[in-house]
Nanobody
Framework: QVQLVESGGDFVQAGGSLRLSCTASGSIVNISAMGWYRQAPGKQRELVAT???????NYADSVKGRYTISRNNAINTVYLQMNSLKPEDSAVYYC???????????????WGQGTLVTVSS
């Protein structure tokens, strides 16, 4: 019914940059907050950044000053620009969205399948 598809994960050297994209598709009435989470092997999934439709953002302390989340509401897409990457940033990054659908009208939390980011030292 609703899908989130991430792209942009890759191998990158420490200090490098990467840009992730996530696009929502399906029978969507409206998308509220969107965000990025990450999960490294053996660790809990953690919040990286979120953004509201109006552009209000919040970031995990570990990525403040290095990551920037943004969105294009016209195409239901959220981005994550990652700069000054560190090996500890390596993880599967998951896109998340709060989505309103109409079968019946209800609010869903939807997750993408993830995109792998590997930062080498």
């Amino acid at each position: 019914q609703v899908q989130l598809v991430e792209s942009g994960g890759d191998f990158v050297q420490a200090g490098g940059s990467l840009r992730l994209s996530c696009t929502a598709s399906g029978s969507i009435v409206n998308i509220s907050a969107m965000g990025w989470y990450r999960q490294a092997p053996g660790k809990q999934r953690e919040l990286v950044a979120t953004i509201t439709p109006g552009g209000t953002t919040n970031y995990a302390d570990s990525v403040k000053g290095r990551y920037t989340i943004s969105r294009n509401n016209a195409i239901n897409t959220v981005y994550l620009q990652m700069n000054s990457l560190k090996p500890e940033d390596s993880a599967v990054y998951y896109c998340n969205a709060e989505v309103w659908v109409v079968t019946p009208l209800r609010r869903l939390e939807v997750w993408g399948q993830g995109t792998l980011v590997t930062v080498s030292s």
